[in-house]
């Protein structure tokens, strides 16, 4: 969450009007790093920080999901020039998981009870 302009305005007046940043640090609870930070800005607007440009399109992917589910996140990975995780991560971020629709039962091995005619 972002400083309020007013706390920001305050802190840098009373750098530098004469008093210390580890004074103001401690006085308006604002760690020096930002201090110093908001020093050095000419402007103490909040910076807006833009979503990350992905090499992955996520809708290619989708289709790529729809049109070959069984394939792996390598074969996947492969296809897109990316990395694994990178397949795993906007595979998450879709909400697609794996399906697991075959159950798969494995055969108990038949216990062999001893009688009195094998033993003999």
Request: charged share 30%.
């Amino acid at each position: 969450m972002a400083y309020s302009m007013d706390l920001r305005e305050r802190v840098v007046n009373y750098v530098r009007g004469g008093g210390s940043k580890a004074e103001a640090s401690r006085r308006y609870e604002v760690s020096e790093a930002t201090i110093y930070a908001w020093l050095k800005r000419e402007n103490l607007q909040p910076t807006v920080v833009k979503r990350r440009h992905r090499k992955i399109d996520w809708q290619a992917l989708e289709m790529h999901v729809n049109t070959y589910p069984e394939a792996t996140l390598k074969d996947r990975a492969k296809q897109f020039g990316v990395n694994v995780s990178a397949i795993w991560y906007a595979l998450n971020q879709l909400q697609i998981t794996r399906k697991k629709t075959a159950k798969v039962y494995r055969k108990r091995p038949s216990s062999k009870t001893v009688t009195s005619a094998t033993i003999a």
